[in-house]
């Protein structure tokens, strides 16, 4: 029997004792079982299996984990729900382009959210200590969306989910397929193809898709839980370009209506709310801010005001003026 086996983890040529199991080989790294889903040979292993699960001379794994990619006065009475679960922020914020770990979960406290989208992303198995997201953000005190950033396919994004599901059980999940990498903008064919695998897996997906009332359509009736219409490209900070479609997708849809990329400021969010939207889900906009915490507030309360102006039915549009003070019994 060789003295050890030849192994390629993460792409990188690694090596093990003979003899030893796939937790064998994740102790060996000096990384966390319970933080971590491993896939063995292109299929994920049970993390209640690992000890059983013999390693052989040429196997390739996967090891990853989620990285960064409230309730007030007034609000507790007015929730949304998704899945089954009931929130009350209607802010949702992702976990990419923050300086640090500890200037994400600050600003995610300033915002109120309960929801933080997390990727799925290779471990650094050559520095097995560093920090996590998982050690700034407790994902038993705020839900991790897991999300498929980054895929082209639908095949790599049900793989990435399948992945997710094994690493912290959640099928609550975020699906977003790319069709290039200039726009970001989704690919509907693909997309519509994963949410209809994941579903009949009891996946949970909120879907990331265009403006278009027909598309979001189309991915309620595949099983999409929530559909995620982009305000604009990803990460572009220009607002709502169209505000129309938008509407006739919150008035189409069966299911809750999030705006999800575009947003560059507050005014945005409030937009998106007073469309009626359930949601808005923001990443860069708060990340990139200069000072992304004092942001992080401003998105809260915009999400709030532009919510509550929606529920009070603004005033109609006139054409002409219409004084506020009478004309009649002038001096």
Not at 168 to 175: C, I, P
Request: glycine letters at 10%; aromatic letters at 4%.
């Amino acid at each position: 029997m060789a003295a050890s086996l030849k192994l390629t983890v993460n792409g990188d040529a690694h090596s093990a004792p003979a003899g030893s199991s796939i937790a064998d080989l994740v102790r060996l790294m000096e990384l966390d079982p319970a933080k971590v889903a491993v896939e063995h040979n292109t299929v994920i292993a049970p993390r209640s299996q690992l000890a059983d699960m013999m390693l052989s001379d040429g196997d390739a794994l996967e090891i990853v984990h989620f990285v960064g990619g409230g309730q007030s006065d007034g609000q507790a009475d007015d929730t949304w729900s998704v899945a089954g679960q009931t929130f009350t922020s209607r802010l949702i914020v992702g976990t990419g382009k923050y300086k640090d770990f500890a200037q994400n979960a600050a600003a995610l406290d300033a915002s109120g959210a309960e929801i933080v989208t997390v990727a799925v992303r290779r471990v650094n198995v050559s520095d097995p200590k560093a920090p996590m997201l998982t050690d700034f953000i407790d994902p038993k005190k705020t839900v991790y969306l897991p999300n498929t950033a980054g895929c082209f396919t639908a095949d790599d994004a049900i793989r990435t989910l399948r992945l997710a599901r094994e690493a912290g059980g959640w099928n609550l999940v975020k699906l977003e397929v790319l069709g290039e990498a200039r726009t970001l903008y989704p690919d509907m064919r693909e997309t519509l193809k994963a949410t209809e695998v994941l579903a009949g897996e009891g996946f949970k997906p909120m879907v990331y898709c265009t403006d278009d009332p027909i598309a979001a359509k189309q991915l309620e009736e595949a099983g999409a839980v929530a559909v995620m219409p982009l305000g604009a490209p990803i990460g572009s900070g220009l607002g709502i370009q169209n505000r129309i479609t938008i509407r006739l997708i919150v008035e189409g849809a069966s299911v809750p209506v999030l705006v999800d990329a575009g947003v560059g400021t507050a005014s945005d969010a409030a937009v998106a709310m007073e469309l009626g939207c359930d949601g808005v889900l923001m990443n860069t906009a708060i990340a990139e801010a200069k000072d992304p915490i004092r942001m992080a507030r401003a998105m809260k309360l915009a999400v709030q005001a532009g919510r509550d102006a929606y529920l009070s039915g603004r005033m109609g549009t006139r054409k002409y003026a219409d004084p506020s003070s009478p004309l009649a019994g002038l001096i």
